[in-house]
């Protein structure tokens, strides 16, 4: 559906663009160029190191200029306490071995490097959601497999996530799967990747906002034709911030210069740069057939 | 006791007190004015007491009523364009005039009458209003010879226009949606043609056009921003003519005559584009697309006696643009957009002091683009999408004039609204047979109710006020909203040629229109309030100096507008690229703006016009934009400034110009790029975020285009039955930006920035035959 409003619109753009080929001129301009920012790529889950990549944004001018940052120095706090700083292992990646994140901690970095701006982010690590399997069964007209599952969403607090489905098969080799949903949960909301129609989709991110404290079953669908001997489900906890920028990024990217609205700016948590700095966790699933 | 309803019983209490008064024995002079020639009433003639030294100016519909102690009476009565006339007459009893007025010669000389002060700027107690002159609309230049009153009311200080050569405007930073555009009391929509380059309304028809900008009367409501009155012409009561007309893009005629002399009259006028008849011979047989508009107006009246007029008028203009490609796969998209929009109204007095008028209103704006297709497979594809509104509405008003004080003005209306924001249809024939309409938000049903009551209240020979209140209501489906909005205006004079003037209005609009805000096609959806989208509301408040130097108005109005419960779509929301409700797809914000607007502006004689200027600052507040940020309004410009005079040289000779001076728009354009990227810290994310060079985007609207300036000149030469007009549009052939893109070269790591200018000079004809 989305296919068919796309072409429709494409098709009034492109008669717009036509009627007024004749009149409008088109000249090269200058703009001012924007400095460089810090642009931060963090990300942190439950017992893992805290890894964090550091970049430079650059203007238009001089786009080959994306560099990674190194020498920057990175203080990590752990609710506000200071908890050292992060080693830089090159290529723009530093990391913090001594440091575990937990469930529920904020935790802050401050980023100096030279020739840039300080830049702060700050972040928490949501909990885990639990998801079960309800049943499932085979569509043999559409040659489809449906799986309904239940997520034990927990009350009062706004909850982010993703679906991804891990597929193994008798080789021992894994894959990400790509399934069908057509559930309104994933509907719920402005700016899921799981939109309208939303079918042979390789994840789906959603909120618990029709379903918030509650036990809801819904259903997804995949190829029959997958020779799974495992099928792991990943329900993995966003941050509100991971969330937004995943939405913000999946959308700048789908719009492109769509001249049909307004441009979307990524999601950032970084004051004073760009990127995000956000956290995670993840409940694994796992069944065969 | 709610604030709201002690002003309301002070406002009955004073107007109760002045009746009581007013039954002190006098008479009153009522009837019309109109125009010798032809019959057609006139809007805002004034009449003036010379003995008493009271006036008042005739209504919408040429009707003046004013209350006087017995006399024997001098009456000066005068209106812009025409010989101001003399009048005794004895008011020894009520007395129901009909007053001819004669069109004045073209060395028209500024007004001779010393009595007369009600024509004057510092008279009038309106403030923020600006009546367009007809003959200006029709003289100065515009784009390819198609004169258009909107473009004209974009010259108008406080007035802003959207992107080049658009038709929507912004007023007092308020989106063209917040505007009220009534043709013949009917609102109208989408006032586009040509995705916004021409405006649906045709000069040769209108008669009168008012704006008003801020103090707006108690009458008017519905809106936030401005009131845009247009009145169509009745039509020639004692004999019929025409004027045919040709110009580069359109031709268009006009007839108006009577079909019972004196009694009843009609006036019918149509134009359309013929870009498609021109192409086509160009295209071939079964590939080719065009595009055209045409609209038509008619009016009806008929005197059935002095006490009571009926008036039909009718409006239809439609815009289509076509592609047709009857090959292999013959495929077929269509997309339109057009009002309907028709009044019904009877004019009745019930005494000499009492007039009324009964008007029923049907309008229906819709837009829809359909594509089909057939594929070799045999498979065909059909794609409908569409969206409209139709009212159907009845309202009264009703003018009393007790004394020569007051000037009350009363009335309600009832709208019943039919939204259907979209819907989108989709129709397969193929191994899946898919007929279904997938309709996000289903068809909406509302109604909307209005009383008002004001009064032009003269407490002094120096202070005049306008007191008034409207209350109105809105009902969707499990809803219901009511507000209650006070309007004041007062004007003191406090010398003979300077007046002080002030403005109070709260206003409450209870539907939206959804803007994809880059671009003026007509894809913007109509939405009502709901539930969850609340009716927006502004206040504003207005201080100015009004003053007469000889020939010239002067005025200065400074203006501060709160806006709140405005909406926007969400960053990256559009039509059709929706999934869900539009409810979901909308935030809610507040802005606010605040200006001052200069206008010199000189009404007769040879050389007339006016400059405006606006120093202004709109901005937006949205919580879940910006990131929480206060941001420029798109269309927030510094500095406007327009000149526009037309130079009558001689019978035959008229030349106009007028040359537009104002801020870059506000755009969002990306500040340079970045890459996001993950590394590998997540197996599962990092097919989902690869290393991408994604754009830097700077605050919203946060950059200026460069500044926009323009002239235009026109000449007008007029040999006997025969007008020919040469125009001139961007003389010096400005390249104003239109928008701007970053052309994306990734592979050989170079971008440039282009900026997209439309029109250059553009020179044209037309010629116009009066018959």
Redesign the interface.
Known sequence: ??T??????G??AA??M???AS?????????P??G??I?V?G?F?PD?AF?I?L???????N??D?RAIENARIELLDDGTPAGTMTYLGNG?YRSENKKPKVGILYSISVSAQGFHTVNAEDKIPASVPVSLVSFDTNRTTEKINIYLMVHDPAGIKNYYEL?I?GKNSHGISS?MNFDVNDPSF?????KAA???ADNI??ADFTDVIFDGKNYKFRISIDSYYKTEEVTV?L?SLSQNLYEF?R??Q?????G??????????HSNVTNG??IFAG?S?YKLKFTF | MNSKLRVILCVLLVFSTQLINAQESRYTLSGYVEDSASGERLIGATIYAVNHQKGTVTNSYGFFSITLPPDSLLIIISYVGYKSRQMHVELNEDRLLEIHMDPAEYQMQPFEVSGSRMERIEARTQMSEINLPVSAIQTLPSILGETDILKIVQLLPGVKTGSEAMSGFYVRGGNPEQNLILLDEAPVYNVSHLFGFFSVFNSDAVKNVNLIKGGFPARYGSRLSSVLDINLKEGNMKEFHGVASVGLISSRITAEGPLFRNKTSYIISGRRTYFDLLAKPFMKNDEYAGYYFYDLNMKVNHIFSLSDRIYGSFYLGRDVLYVRENTYDNFHFDLDWGNITSTLRWNHIFSSKLFSNLTSIYTDYSFQVKSNTDQYTGDKYYAKYFSGIRDFGIKADLDYSPSPSHYIRFGGNFVYHLFTPDALQLKINSLEQIDTLISPSQKIHAREYAVYLEDDFEISTRVKSNLGVRASGFSVPGKYYHSVQPRITIRYLFSDDWALKGSFATMTQYIHLLSANRIGLPNDLWVPSTKRVVPQKSLQYAAGLSHTMGEYDLSIEAYYKKMDKIIEYQEGAAFMLRSSSWEDNVETGSGKSYGVELMIQRRTGRLNGWIGYTLSKTVKLFPNLNGGREFPAKYDRRHDLAIAAVYRVNESLDLSGDWVWGTGNAITIPEGYFMVNTGSINPLSYRLLQSDKMKLYSSRNGYRMDSYHRLDVSLRYTAGRNIWTFSVYNVYNRRNPFFIYFDEDFANNKITVKKVSLFPIVPSISYSYIF
Do not use: H
Not at chain 1, 55 to 61: E, H, I, L, Q, R
Not at chain 1, 251 to 255: A, S, T
Not at chain 1, 257 to 266: A, C, H, K, L, T
């Open positions: 559906m989305k068919s409003a796309g072409i429709l619109q098709m009034l008669m717009c036509w009627l007024f009149c409008e001129t088109v000249t090269d301009i200058d703009l160029a924007a460089p920012l642009v790529s990300f889950t893992s890894s990549s970049s430079s944004s650059t203007d238009y001018k786009i080959d994306i990646v991804v891990v990400i509907n719920a909301e402005e700016g939109g309208f129609g390789p994840f990943y993995i995943r913000t990024y959308k700048q990217k789908d719009l210069d769509s001249p049909f609205s307004e441009p979307v700016r990524i760009a990127g995670f993840v």
